[in-house]
């Protein structure tokens, strides 16, 4: 994969991002010290779990030293070695079809095994378990003494009056029937809505929102997916209209970075009788709504397979070798702002940038309000990638961006892609844009709030954190090119 700049002053770096971050942009990610750490308290409780970390470390060095003595360092290459090892068969084992997998597989438990063995046979397995432990516990801590305000993460709202003739559209098959486990229907009629449930397929949801606006309807809701949540939301903000999310789906990732209640989507109805509105972005891929992001390339592939919805571990290993090896899928190639990406295995762009210290995990967004999209792709041709991406010494395989526009082309008419979860087809080359700020969202004024994000990883500011010195925050979607 190779990631350069169109700009003829540079290449993809720093400089190019910085000027066109908008203000609110550079106060959000260059103030942490003043906006996000020094508030009341705020740093001394940082400053603290920054010791905790740092003593922790220590600590777990100690362990080594005291009861491995010499032997510590052999222990210590053991381990990172079996690490390494550990990740490159696990490539493999995706890489690989019949034999070559499962002898990938036997080889990567083997080396376990081995390491075990030689462990308690040196009589050194509960000081290289302490270590861990010890290791993984000053990560933890290091994670939320940089963790950013809460502050940080939470979208500016004004009071509103509650709606006359609010809209909703249920389906009763999200999320497994909450809409009937939680009586939606009844409590939001209760409260004045009129309720259209999804019992017929291939309903056309747009529609019956238009129909809604013109017969009074002076908000609109779903209950259900987040696929469905986008498409209504495009008619919210195409008439200025608030817009209701009730986390009736799955996964509701959308209501989680919008700080809504998961478990219990009744408590969404709330926000028809004492609620507060935001206003958020709205992604947009080839005149599409996205609320959450737009996948190319592995995934959408994967997902696009007819075999997925009855068997998704096996189509997943069933495709992943023709895929890691290029010979599936379309050529793929990401225009973000200038920033060209070509040949990248897998592309997300998502409505806001994902926190990079997520990446790793399910993805959460901070913010839906920065007015920006995010992107993120990545190449993993070979073991030694994919050990690089790992420990970050190594991130030609990766890039990750924000941009106003993404540009995806292929050799190909057409490409599948995983648009909110759901698997469609659209011809190339596939524009997907931003609209800052299109969609009123009402919210319940009692809600759970966006869960506490984990800050990234950084030895440097931990230091100067624990010696009393704050460091500025990291730019979220900062760009990795080779």
């Known amino acids: ?74 222990l210590l290459v053991l381990t990172a070695a079996a690490v390494v090892v550990g990740v490159a068969v696990a490539f493999w084992f995706l890489q690989q079809q019949g034999v070559l997998r499962w002898v990938a597989l036997a080889l990567g438990v083997g080396v376990w095994v081995a390491v075990l063995v030689v462990l308690v046979a040196a009589e050194l397995l509960w000081v290289g378990v302490t270590a861990v432990a010890l290791l993984g516990a000053a990560v933890l801590a290091a994670r939320t003494a940089l963790r950013p305000d809460r502050s940080s993460t939470e979208l500016p709202v004004v009071d509103v009056p509650p709606a006359r003739r609010p809209f909703l559209v249920m389906n009763p098959r999200s999320g497994g029937g909450k ?35 013109v017969a009074g309807a002076d908000l609109l809701g779903v209950a259900g997916g987040d696929g469905t949540q986008a498409l209504v939301a495009q008619v919210a903000a195409d008439n200025d209209v608030p817009f209701l999310v009730i986390s009736a789906g799955t996964r509701n990732h959308f209501a989680l970075d919008l700080g809504l209640d998961r478990e219990d989507p009744s408590r969404c109805l709330d926000a028809l009788r004492d609620g507060v509105e935001a206003r958020i972005d709205l992604g947009d891929i080839n005149g599409r709504p996205f609320v959450n992001n737009a996948s190319f390339g592995a995934y959408a592939e994967i997902v696009d397979d007819p075999a997925y919805r009855d068997d998704k571990r096996g189509t997943t290993l069933a495709a992943l070798p023709d895929l890691l090896s290029g010979r599936r899928g379309a050529h793929l190639v990401a225009d973000a702002d200038g920033l ?30 920065r007015g920006a999209l995010g992107m993120v792709a990545i190449r993993v041709g070979t ?64 809600r759970p709030g966006v869960p506490p994000l984990h800050g990234r990883l950084s030895w440097a500011a931990l230091w100067g954190l624990a010696a009393g010195r704050p460091q500025p925050a990291p730019p979220v979607g900062e760009s990795v090119t080779p």
């Open 383 to 446: 073991a030694r990638q994919a050990v690089g991406l790992l420990h970050g010494a190594h991130r030609r395989g990766l890039v990750q961006t924000q941009a106003q526009r993404v540009l995806v082309s292929s050799d190909a008419p057409t490409v599948p892609v995983g648009i909110d979860g759901e698997s469609v087809h659209l011809s190339t080359p596939v524009r997907c844009t931003v609209r800052p700020g299109a969609l009123r969202v009402r919210l319940p004024r009692d």
């Open 340 to 369: 060209v990406v070509d040949g990248a295995q897998a592309i997300l762009v998502s409505n806001n940038p994902y926190e990079t210290s997520e990446l790793a995990g399910a993805g959460r967004r901070a913010r839906l309000d």
């Open 179 to 213: 809409v009937a486990r939680f009586a939606l229907q009844q409590q939001a009629e209760a409260l004045g809505a009129d309720v259209v449930l999804l019992d017929r397929p291939h309903t056309d949801v747009q529609q019956l929102a238009r129909d809604a606006l």
């Open 1 to 74: 994969m190779t990631a350069r700049s169109d700009d003829r002053g540079g290449g993809p770096g720093p400089s190019r991002r910085g000027e066109e971050q908008t203000a609110s942009d550079r106060d959000d990610q260059g103030c942490r010290a003043s906006a996000g750490q020094v508030g009341v308290g705020s740093l001394r409780s940082e400053r603290t779990w920054a010791r905790v970390s740092l003593g922790l470390a220590v600590l777990a060095v100690g362990v080594l030293l005291a009861f491995a003595g010499r032997r510590s360092v052999w």
